[in-house]
Protein backbone atom coordinates (compact mmCIF):
# COMPACT_ATOMS: atom_id res chain seq x y z
CA UNK A 1 0.00 0.00 0.00
CA UNK A 2 3.40 2.14 0.48
CA UNK A 3 3.62 2.59 -3.31
CA UNK A 4 -0.02 2.65 -4.65
CA UNK A 5 0.25 6.26 -5.84
CA UNK A 6 3.18 4.96 -8.02
CA UNK A 7 1.56 4.67 -11.08
CA UNK A 8 4.99 3.02 -13.04
CA UNK A 9 5.59 0.58 -9.73
CA UNK A 10 2.41 -0.45 -9.78
CA UNK A 11 2.16 -1.03 -13.62
CA UNK A 12 5.50 -3.10 -13.83
CA UNK A 13 4.13 -5.16 -10.62
CA UNK A 14 1.06 -5.66 -12.68
CA UNK A 15 2.70 -6.86 -15.83
CA UNK A 16 4.79 -9.30 -13.43
CA UNK A 17 1.75 -10.95 -12.11
CA UNK A 18 0.66 -11.37 -15.94
CA UNK A 19 3.64 -13.05 -17.01
CA UNK A 20 3.83 -14.98 -13.78
CA UNK A 21 0.10 -15.71 -14.70
CA UNK A 22 1.05 -16.77 -17.60
CA UNK A 23 3.35 -19.63 -17.58
CA UNK A 24 1.47 -20.48 -13.99
CA UNK A 25 -1.68 -21.36 -16.38
CA UNK A 26 0.09 -23.73 -18.73
CA UNK A 27 0.73 -26.15 -15.85
CA UNK A 28 -3.06 -26.72 -16.11
CA UNK A 29 -2.35 -27.40 -19.35
CA UNK A 30 -0.26 -30.56 -19.12
CA UNK A 31 -0.63 -33.24 -16.76
CA UNK A 32 2.99 -33.81 -16.43
CA UNK A 33 3.74 -31.38 -13.33
CA UNK A 34 0.80 -33.70 -11.64
CA UNK A 35 2.18 -36.52 -12.34
CA UNK A 36 5.32 -36.15 -11.38
CA UNK A 37 4.14 -34.84 -7.93
CA UNK A 38 2.10 -38.18 -8.04
CA UNK A 39 5.03 -40.30 -8.60
CA UNK A 40 6.68 -39.14 -5.97
CA UNK A 41 6.22 -42.14 -3.00
CA UNK A 42 6.41 -39.35 -0.15
CA UNK A 43 3.45 -37.68 -2.02
CA UNK A 44 0.86 -39.52 -4.06
CA UNK A 45 -2.45 -38.46 -5.19
CA UNK A 46 -2.57 -37.89 -1.22
CA UNK A 47 -0.62 -34.08 -1.58
CA UNK A 48 -3.29 -33.26 -4.48
CA UNK A 49 -6.27 -33.76 -2.37
CA UNK A 50 -4.93 -32.44 1.11
CA UNK A 51 -3.24 -28.84 -0.76
CA UNK A 52 -4.87 -28.57 -4.21
CA UNK A 53 -8.60 -26.57 -4.41
CA UNK A 54 -11.24 -29.00 -4.84
CA UNK A 55 -11.98 -27.68 -7.78
CA UNK A 56 -8.69 -28.42 -9.42
CA UNK A 57 -8.15 -32.13 -8.34
CA UNK A 58 -10.77 -34.07 -10.70
CA UNK A 59 -9.46 -32.54 -14.27
CA UNK A 60 -5.79 -32.96 -13.58
CA UNK A 61 -6.38 -36.56 -11.81
CA UNK A 62 -8.40 -37.36 -15.03
CA UNK A 63 -5.56 -35.99 -17.14
CA UNK A 64 -3.28 -38.17 -15.34
CA UNK A 65 -4.79 -41.10 -15.44
CA UNK A 66 -5.37 -40.88 -19.17
CA UNK A 67 -1.43 -40.50 -19.43
CA UNK A 68 -1.17 -43.41 -17.41
CA UNK A 69 -3.44 -45.24 -20.07
CA UNK A 70 -1.29 -44.03 -22.77
CA UNK A 71 1.76 -45.32 -21.01
CA UNK A 72 0.02 -48.54 -20.53
CA UNK A 73 -0.75 -49.49 -23.73
CA UNK A 74 2.54 -48.74 -25.64
CA UNK A 75 4.98 -50.03 -22.59
CA UNK A 76 6.13 -53.50 -23.70
CA UNK A 77 4.23 -56.07 -21.96
CA UNK A 78 6.27 -56.93 -18.69
CA UNK A 79 7.69 -60.56 -18.54
CA UNK A 80 6.13 -61.88 -15.11
CA UNK A 81 8.88 -64.91 -13.16
CA UNK A 82 7.49 -66.47 -10.69
CA UNK A 83 9.91 -65.92 -7.57
CA UNK A 84 9.24 -69.18 -6.25
CA UNK A 85 9.53 -72.62 -8.23
CA UNK A 86 7.85 -75.28 -7.25
CA UNK A 87 10.32 -78.51 -6.50
CA UNK A 88 8.43 -82.05 -6.72
CA UNK A 89 6.59 -83.00 -3.53
CA UNK A 90 8.82 -85.80 -2.40
CA UNK A 91 11.85 -83.06 -2.34
CA UNK A 92 10.22 -80.49 -0.24
CA UNK A 93 11.53 -80.45 2.84
CA UNK A 94 9.56 -78.41 6.19
CA UNK A 95 11.01 -75.29 5.04
CA UNK A 96 9.89 -75.78 1.50
CA UNK A 97 6.51 -76.69 2.75
CA UNK A 98 6.02 -73.44 4.41
CA UNK A 99 7.25 -70.80 1.97
CA UNK A 100 4.83 -72.64 -0.97
CA UNK A 101 1.89 -72.14 1.98
CA UNK A 102 3.02 -68.67 2.30
CA UNK A 103 3.21 -68.18 -1.17
CA UNK A 104 -0.59 -68.97 -1.71
CA UNK A 105 -1.09 -65.81 0.52
CA UNK A 106 0.91 -63.21 -1.20
CA UNK A 107 -0.63 -60.27 -2.62
CA UNK A 108 -1.72 -60.63 -5.93
CA UNK A 109 -0.85 -58.16 -9.05
CA UNK A 110 -2.88 -55.50 -9.25
CA UNK A 111 -5.06 -55.29 -11.80
CA UNK A 112 -4.04 -51.88 -12.38
CA UNK A 113 -0.80 -50.70 -11.32
CA UNK A 114 -1.51 -46.65 -11.48
CA UNK A 115 -4.45 -47.39 -9.00
CA UNK A 116 -2.52 -49.91 -6.94
CA UNK A 117 0.60 -46.80 -6.52
CA UNK A 118 -1.68 -44.38 -5.95
CA UNK A 119 -4.12 -44.94 -3.91
CA UNK A 120 -1.61 -46.55 -1.68
CA UNK A 121 0.08 -45.44 1.50
CA UNK A 122 3.28 -42.77 1.44
CA UNK A 123 6.46 -43.89 2.26
CA UNK A 124 9.42 -42.21 3.23
CA UNK A 125 12.53 -42.48 1.12
CA UNK A 126 16.43 -42.04 0.93
CA UNK A 127 17.08 -41.27 -2.45
CA UNK A 128 15.32 -39.01 -5.29
CA UNK A 129 11.73 -40.42 -6.45
CA UNK A 130 13.95 -40.91 -10.01
CA UNK A 131 16.37 -43.34 -8.16
CA UNK A 132 13.87 -44.56 -6.27
CA UNK A 133 12.09 -45.95 -8.66
CA UNK A 134 14.85 -47.43 -10.94
CA UNK A 135 15.66 -49.87 -8.12
CA UNK A 136 14.67 -53.15 -8.85
CA UNK A 137 12.36 -53.80 -6.51
CA UNK A 138 9.99 -51.09 -7.57
CA UNK A 139 10.20 -52.00 -11.27
CA UNK A 140 9.21 -55.06 -10.60
CA UNK A 141 6.24 -54.79 -8.65
CA UNK A 142 5.17 -51.91 -10.98
CA UNK A 143 6.74 -52.70 -14.58
CA UNK A 144 4.77 -50.62 -16.52
CA UNK A 145 4.48 -47.66 -14.16
CA UNK A 146 7.96 -47.99 -13.41
CA UNK A 147 8.42 -47.25 -17.24
CA UNK A 148 5.96 -43.55 -16.95
CA UNK A 149 7.43 -42.79 -13.56
CA UNK A 150 11.23 -43.10 -14.94
CA UNK A 151 10.19 -41.50 -18.22
CA UNK A 152 8.71 -38.45 -16.28
CA UNK A 153 10.85 -38.14 -13.47
CA UNK A 154 14.12 -37.72 -16.03
CA UNK A 155 12.64 -34.23 -17.60
CA UNK A 156 14.66 -31.71 -16.12
CA UNK A 157 13.63 -28.80 -13.86
CA UNK A 158 14.54 -26.55 -16.18
CA UNK A 159 16.10 -26.45 -19.92
CA UNK A 160 18.92 -24.75 -19.54
CA UNK A 161 20.97 -27.80 -19.67
CA UNK A 162 19.28 -28.82 -22.56
CA UNK A 163 19.68 -25.98 -24.41
CA UNK A 164 23.26 -25.86 -23.12
CA UNK A 165 23.93 -29.14 -24.77
CA UNK A 166 22.29 -29.00 -28.58
CA UNK A 167 23.64 -25.39 -28.94
CA UNK A 168 26.98 -27.00 -29.29
CA UNK A 169 25.70 -28.31 -32.58
CA UNK A 170 26.68 -25.64 -34.44
CA UNK A 171 30.35 -26.71 -34.18
CA UNK A 172 29.56 -30.21 -35.60
CA UNK A 173 27.41 -29.16 -38.20
CA UNK A 174 30.06 -27.93 -40.34
CA UNK A 175 30.26 -27.11 -43.74
CA UNK A 176 31.80 -30.94 -44.82
CA UNK A 177 28.84 -32.46 -42.72
CA UNK A 178 26.13 -30.40 -43.68
CA UNK A 179 24.46 -34.10 -44.71
CA UNK A 180 23.80 -35.14 -40.93
CA UNK A 181 20.21 -35.72 -40.08
CA UNK A 182 18.61 -34.69 -37.18
CA UNK A 183 18.87 -37.74 -35.22
CA UNK A 184 22.71 -38.30 -36.01
CA UNK A 185 23.24 -34.96 -34.72
CA UNK A 186 21.07 -35.56 -31.71
CA UNK A 187 23.27 -38.84 -30.81
CA UNK A 188 26.29 -37.03 -31.38
CA UNK A 189 25.64 -34.26 -29.21
CA UNK A 190 24.28 -35.83 -26.22
CA UNK A 191 27.14 -38.50 -26.33
CA UNK A 192 29.33 -35.60 -25.96
CA UNK A 193 27.34 -34.46 -23.24
CA UNK A 194 27.88 -37.92 -21.52
CA UNK A 195 31.43 -37.69 -22.18
CA UNK A 196 32.30 -34.73 -20.84
CA UNK A 197 29.86 -35.74 -17.95
CA UNK A 198 31.38 -39.04 -17.24
CA UNK A 199 28.21 -40.52 -16.82
CA UNK A 200 29.43 -43.22 -19.91
CA UNK A 201 32.31 -43.98 -17.77
CA UNK A 202 30.00 -44.59 -14.60
CA UNK A 203 28.30 -46.67 -17.12
CA UNK A 204 30.87 -49.16 -18.51
CA UNK A 205 32.60 -49.69 -15.32
CA UNK A 206 28.66 -50.92 -14.06
CA UNK A 207 28.77 -53.13 -16.52
CA UNK A 208 32.24 -54.78 -16.03
CA UNK A 209 31.27 -55.03 -12.13
Known amino acids: MEYKSDKEFCG ?6 E ?7 KTDESPLYAAALILHPTRRTKYIRYNWKKEWQKPILKK ?4 WEVYREKTPSPIIISSYERKPSQDLDDFDR ?20 SNGEVCEITTSALEWWCQ ?18 SIPAMSDEPERVFSGARRTISWE ?22 IS ?3 LTVQKE
Open 98 to 117: IAEDLGKFARPASQDEYEDY
Open 136 to 153: DSQRKRWPRLSYMAIDIL
Open 201 to 203: KEE
Open 177 to 198: RSQLGAENIEKVECLKSWLRSG
Open 19 to 25: IFDKYYS
Open 12 to 17: RIKNGW
Open 64 to 67: VKEL
